[in-house]
């Protein structure tokens, strides 16, 4: 995908979302029993970052959402969805 286009829909992404976007990232990661550092650790992140997004003070960007529907085989749209 184009830097400049992906650039463009993550920003759509984060506007439409910010203020509204819950997630079941916790519901999940429990199912797949893993930790908050074993998550973190297959999509390069620190657990840090599991932890904010978890408790929704930061939202993922987009490509790190895709990588979390791609470790639980699932839609982004399961893991995150409007308040």
Not at 46 to 62: F, H, M, V, W
Not at 76 to 81: A, H, Q, S, V, W
């Amino acid at each position: 995908m184009d830097f400049k286009i992906h650039y463009l829909i993550l920003i759509i992404f984060r506007i439409i979302t910010e203020a509204r976007m819950k997630n079941k990232l916790k519901v999940y990661r429990a199912m797949h029993d893993m930790t908050q550092e074993d998550l973190a650790n297959k999509v390069k992140v620190s657990r840090q970052t599991i932890n904010a997004i978890e408790k929704g003070k930061y939202l993922p960007s987009l490509p790190l959402a895709f990588k979390f529907a791609k470790i639980f085989k699932i839609n982004i749209e399961e893991i995150f969805y409007e308040n």
